[in-house]
């Protein structure tokens, strides 16, 4: 069973950067792919970012798009977020996800918090 924990929240200012790291352990990690998701204070978790199984594929959302990078360092078992230009829209707890092949995001990590003041 495969297990995630995030690590790189915290609080910074408008315009300023955080990288968000995503640990993976007790699977197969180059058989899952991966995404960022992020929960604001009173809505839904949504989508944000997407990484395909050997990285060379990704996705984001619009409002991310050319701010946020996904990566993944197959060698460290690890699924990086980062996020420059950072805007008070952005707070919001920030999860990882991983999914097999053909299946949807069924693992999810504890959720890290990210806060951006103006």
């Known amino acids: 069973q495969v297990h995630l924990v995030e690590s790189g929240g915290g609080m910074v200012q408008t315009g300023g950067s955080l990288r968000l790291s995503c640990a993976v352990s007790?699977?197969?990690?180059?058989?899952?792919?991966f995404g960022w998701f992020r929960q604001p204070p009173g809505k839904e978790r949504t989508s944000i970012a997407t990484i395909s199984r050997i990285g060379t594929a990704t996705s984001y959302t619009d409002s991310v798009r050319g701010r946020f990078t996904i990566s993944r360092d197959n060698s460290k078992n690890t699924v990086y977020l980062q996020m420059d230009n950072l805007k008070p829209e952005d707070t919001a707890v920030y999860y990882c996800?991983?999914?097999?092949?053909?299946?949807?995001?069924?693992?999810w990590g504890q959720g890290t918090q990210v806060t951006v003041s103006s």
């Open positions: 996800a991983a999914g097999e092949p053909g299946q949807r995001f069924g693992t």
């Open positions: 007790g699977g197969t990690f180059d058989s899952y792919h």
